[in-house]
């Protein structure tokens, strides 16, 4: 699923968390595991078993829209879980995202009795075991805080959150121009306006921005910009032609044609998935 990131919390017993070109992970009671980007993903008895079918197409007791209580196996030990899958709408949310490893893992064991991690998956669980009116909002909004206290406990302790967008974010000069960007992204930019505001020569600016970021100043400024697009377009009733003078773009068909190109669908496509009626349970993948 695009644009998200899951969580997986195992409350009883154990299993194995399988991706490709990943050494499968075990996960045991009081264990999380967050796998972003939107990857497939098997949940296992055995780090070898055969993959079953896809867990949105089995049948499970949907409380709500989004919510559903899943059993599902044979006569083995007994694994319980709670999953779910926190959406990113956010630019800067999904550019952090881009960051993260194929999987984020928090050993249970290592999370001390005051741990605020530990709290909330204790409230979530409560929230989950005995289902009271309100319980779903208030799981939901547990859901998002545990992803964004695992994803601390991740720029903390892994030295691979200093490299990248992050470790740009920090550097004195490239990140002025960052933090400049993400306040006015449609604003006047130019190469020239970018080199000024980090004072560095142009040929030392674009090949600094391009080693930490990964990508050239102007081409992040456009993917910045259609990131910021597709959050509104999802959650504004905006016109495509208001939006693109907003974002710095004199041509809506120039708009068009970058917002096609980077997001990989037209902007019109989005209005309309906006106003589309939701998925019925049997179609949503969120359990």
């Excluded at 096609?260 to 906006?274: C, D, E, M, Q």
């Excluded at 049997?282 to 359990?287: G, I, M």
Aim: proline fraction near 6%; charge should be neutral.
């Amino acid at each position: 699923m695009e644009d998200s990131v899951s969580f997986h919390v195992v409350t009883t017993g154990s299993c194995w968390l399988r991706l490709p070109e990943v050494e499968p992970i075990e996960l045991r009671a009081g264990d999380l595991a967050l796998v972003p980007h939107g990857r497939g993903h098997d949940l296992l008895s055995e780090p070898a078993a055969v993959r079953g079918p896809r867990v949105d197409l089995l049948p499970q007791k949907y409380l709500s829209e989004k919510y559903s209580i899943l059993r599902h196996g044979g006569p083995g030990r007994t694994t319980q879980l709670i999953c779910g899958i926190v959406s990113l709408d956010d630019p800067a949310a999904r550019e952090l995202m881009r960051t993260l490893p194929s999987v984020l893992f928090v050993d249970g064991g290592t999370l001390s009795a005051a741990s605020a991690s530990r709290d909330t998956l204790r409230l979530m669980a409560g929230e989950l075991a005995q289902p009271q009116p309100g319980g779903e909002a208030i799981a939901t909004r547990l859901a998002d805080i545990l992803v964004v206290q695992a994803i601390r406990m991740w720029l903390d302790t892994d030295p691979r959150a200093r490299t990248g967008w992050l470790r740009a974010l920090q550097h004195e000069r490239i990140g002025r121009v960052l933090e400049a960007i993400h306040d006015d992204a449609g604003g006047e930019w130019h190469l020239n306006r970018m080199v000024s505001l980090a004072t560095m020569s142009r040929s030392s600016f674009s090949a600094r921005f391009t080693e930490l970021v990964g990508e050239a100043p102007m081409g992040y400024l456009t993917r910045w910009r259609m990131s910021i697009a597709q959050s509104r377009l999802l959650e504004e009733d905006i016109t495509v032609a208001k939006l693109a003078l907003e974002l710095g773009y004199q041509s809506e068909a120039a708009f068009n044609r970058a917002f096609t190109r980077l997001v990989g669908k037209t902007p019109g496509s989005i209005r309309r998935a906006r106003h589309a009626p939701p998925p019925s349970p049997t179609q949503s993948a969120r359990v």
